[in-house]
């Protein structure tokens, strides 16, 4: 099992950087695909990136594809994501969450793939 605590979040202007981080209790860390997620206000809870359980892999969604980087460090049982050049769309409460044997599948880009979540952080980009 894994308990998920994301933190990071904040107000920030257009074309700034934020990094996202994501503290992973257990001791099965490496054990487990990760992804971060977001909600905008209003919306559905669409996938952003996600990682493989070594770290040696990423996939990103088109939206973010050359401005945001995942990376986890699984000595420290940490995710981050690195957030660069944001835009007002990216305006959304964050969310990472873990889950086993799907990155190499599609199941990856679904949130309903992932059986563990955090409680989110707010990410408000101003124009």
């Known amino acids: 099992q894994v308990q998920l605590v994301e933190s990071g979040g904040g107000l920030v202007q257009a074309g700034g950087s934020l990094r996202l981080s994501c503290a992973a209790s257990g001791r099965t860390f490496n054990n487990y695909s990760m992804g971060w997620f977001r909600q905008p206000p209003g919306k559905e809870r669409n996938f952003v990136a996600a990682i493989n359980s070594s770290g040696g892999s990423t996939y990103y969604a088109d939206s973010v594809k050359g401005r945001f980087t995942i990376s986890r460090d699984n000595a420290k049982n940490m995710l981050y994501l690195q957030m660069n050049s944001l835009k007002p769309e990216d305006t959304a409460i964050y969310y990472c969450?873990?889950?086993?044997?799907?990155?190499?599948?599609?199941?990856?880009?679904?949130?309903?793939?992932?059986?563990?979540w955090g409680q989110g952080t707010q990410v408000t980009v101003s124009v």
């Open positions: 969450a873990a889950a086993r044997g799907i990155y190499y599948t599609e199941r990856k880009k679904y949130a309903a793939s992932y059986g563990y």
